[in-house]
């Protein structure tokens, strides 16, 4: 069965440094991973999908997640955070169509000024 | 468009009431799926409709009953709930949920129920 760890709880940065959180999979077979981002009181919106097309995936408010087999990993990160990014972050993994989108336990984003 | 609407957006009953959830997405997704989420946690799979069948039920209490009209309207029925059952509950659609290539999941903004 497939599974992804989320390294972290809670990430504090400060505005306009890196933002970086770490997500580690298990799969025995290629999976498809997504980063969602949730702020309070919503749902979830998606930032990025990793489809085997590209490594490097870019995503929607100038996130990226890089794919590296060998290391079983999807980190994300964003070059400069902003205030706007402190919400909560899903890495997920899936195998198909077929099969339940499976959520790591979250990883809170705090963005101080 | 990618959006996913669900009302309400706060629902407050009783443990004897009767209510439901309702959610609603014109992108011509076949796939629907409601998830349980708790304060601080990941969203929890109840539920999965594909092509207006329910393909998935991932033991959920039969105090739950969720219900596909057509393939653009998802519910849930509530009855006898119990205060453990407040939570923030979402839907989602897909494309089809089927097949080799896993479709992006579309979440609604969630209905926060509370049980007293």
């Known amino acids: 069965a497939q599974s992804v760890t989320q390294l972290g709880s809670h990430v504090s940065v400060s505005e306009g440094a890196l933002v970086l959180l770490r997500c580690n999979y298990s799969?025995?077979?290629?999976?498809?991973l997504f980063w969602y981002v949730q702020y309070p009181n919503q749902g979830l919106q998606l930032l990025l999908k990793?489809?085997?097309?590209?490594?490097l995936v870019k995503g929607i408010n100038g996130f990226e997640a890089e794919f590296k087999k060998s290391e079983t990993s999807f980190h994300l990160t964003k070059p400069s955070a902003h205030m706007s990014d402190a919400a909560e972050y899903f890495c997920?993994?899936?195998?198909?169509?077929?099969?339940?989108?499976?959520f790591g336990k979250g990883t809170r984003l705090s963005v101080i000024a | 468009d990618t959006e996913v609407t669900q009302t309400p957006k706060h629902l407050v009953m009783g443990m004897t009431n009767k209510k439901s959830l309702k959610c609603e997405q014109h992108?011509?997704?076949?796939?629907m799926y409601w998830y349980k989420q708790k304060a601080k946690k990941p969203p929890e799979l109840m539920f999965v409709?594909?092509?207006?069948?329910?393909?998935i039920n991932e033991s959920v209490p039969s105090r739950f009953s969720p219900e596909c009209p057509n393939s653009s309207l998802l519910n849930l029925h509530l009855h006898a709930l119990q205060p453990e059952d407040s939570a923030l509950y979402l839907c989602?659609?897909?494309?089809?949920?089927?097949?080799?290539?896993?479709?992006?999941?579309?979440f609604g903004p969630g209905t926060r129920l509370t049980v007293l």
């Open positions: 989602a659609s897909s494309l089809s949920g089927r097949g080799a290539n896993a479709d992006t999941q579309y």
């Open positions: 799969s025995s077979v290629p999976p498809y």
């Open positions: 990793y489809t085997s097309a590209a490594t």
């Open positions: 997920a993994v899936t195998l198909s169509g077929n099969t339940p989108l499976v």
């Open positions: 992108m011509g997704h076949r796939a």
């Open positions: 409709y594909s092509y207006e069948k329910l393909s």
